[in-house]
């Protein structure tokens, strides 16, 4: 199959929707990363999707809908926090979690009795969803288990020859995945951390709570049980205090004749003179816009990268930890 890469035009949406319409899944820019979308409403598209991306069948999806799109008519009823949330954040990226009324192929939800809504922000994104003017199931544009992908060239490597189309808006802007909120309960609960943050929530809807698995418990958000976001080169992870061991493996992987590189925050630059160091930045959202793209980057040509947790806390360092953490199969603690 050739697979075409074109702007976001309204060409590219009616396109788009024909391929929608015909059961295929289209790629496109959202301002968190690429998504793969299919119809949400049909069981066959919706497993296309898993299969295409060799996703754990109990691993749900969240639907994307356009800014005025009516979600009255996928959900089942709302706590009264809800609507002063989407109020405040939609389009952006916080997916909200209802009850679902079961509108939507059963494959998408992997047998929860919820439902996971975004709206995302992006122009690219609107202008395909309001075109199809349907519910459209995406997870990320990436093989399961690899770095999400925040251009159309990452979509691409994962994807090319599979599916007819990608919507190019370009670079994504926020870097990592929303923030998936449980709205069934007494109080918003973060499943998933993200570019909002829980403070952000909170100031909102009074409380938020933050979701931990229990030992033993089905958890409420399966993505979040999987080893993820893992570049396809070895890799180490350190603490800021181990700083020295993480140098020294660096000189040893050389003297192996390998191609080490470390990943870490802007500050920490100085004290690698001589090492490879790609740079993550200063803040929450630089350290969140460049971390795919630099792991996607060593990927490419590092045997071994050695990441060095940023230190930075607040705003979207939560999410931007857990990713990191994830990537370098960290323990995930934040
Ligand atoms: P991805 O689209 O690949 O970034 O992953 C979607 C995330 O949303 C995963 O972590 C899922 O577990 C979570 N998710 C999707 N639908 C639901 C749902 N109905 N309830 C809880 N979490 C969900
Ligand atoms: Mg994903």
Do not use: W
């Not at 975004?118 to 395909?128: I, L």
Request: glycine content about 10%; hydrophobic content about 40%; charged content about 20%.
């Amino acid at each position: 199959m050739n697979t075409e890469i074109l702007l976001p035009t309204e060409q590219a949406f009616r396109l788009a929707k024909t391929y929608i319409e015909a059961g295929e899944a289209v790629a496109f820019h959202t301002e968190t990363v690429y998504g793969l979308g299919a119809d949400a409403r049909s069981d066959s598209a919706v497993r296309h999707i898993f299969e295409l991306k060799g996703r754990p069948s109990d691993n749900p999806l969240i639907v994307h809908v356009h800014r005025d799109y009516d979600i009255s008519t996928l959900i089942d009823g709302e706590p009264a926090y809800a609507a002063p949330l989407r109020r405040a954040f939609l389009p952006g990226p916080l997916t909200m979690v209802y009850p679902s009324a079961g509108k939507v192929s059963r494959f998408v939800s992997c047998g929860l009795d919820t439902l996971a809504i975004r709206v995302p922000a992006s122009s690219a994104a609107q202008g395909f969803l309001r075109a199809v003017n349907a519910p459209i199931a995406a997870p990320s544009a990436n093989l399961s288990k690899h770095v999400s992908p925040v251009t159309a060239k990452h979509v691409y490597e994962d994807f090319g020859g599979k599916i007819p189309l990608i919507i190019d808006g370009g670079a994504c802007d926020g870097g990592i995945e929303s923030t998936v909120l449980d709205c069934t309960g007494e109080i918003p609960v973060i499943l998933r951390a993200g570019l909002i943050s829980r403070e952000q929530i909170a100031a909102v809807a009074g409380d938020c709570g933050v979701y931990r698995a229990k030992a033993g418990e089905k958890p409420k958000s399966p993505g979040m049980m999987y080893k993820h976001y893992a570049p396809r080169c070895r890799t180490a992870y350190f603490h800021r205090e181990e700083l020295q061991t993480a140098i020294a493996l660096y000189h040893e992987e050389e003297r192996a004749g390998g191609a080490p590189c470390i990943l870490c925050e802007h500050a920490l630059l100085g004290a690698l003179q001589g090492c490879r160091a790609l740079d993550l930045g200063d803040t929450d959202r630089e350290m969140a816009q460049r971390l795919y793209v630099l792991l996607r980057r060593a990927e490419t040509d590092a045997t071994l990268l050695i990441g060095i947790a940023p230190t930075l806390r607040g705003g979207a360092m939560t999410g931007v930890l857990n990713r990191f953490q994830r990537a370098f199969g960290g323990t995930d603690e934040a």
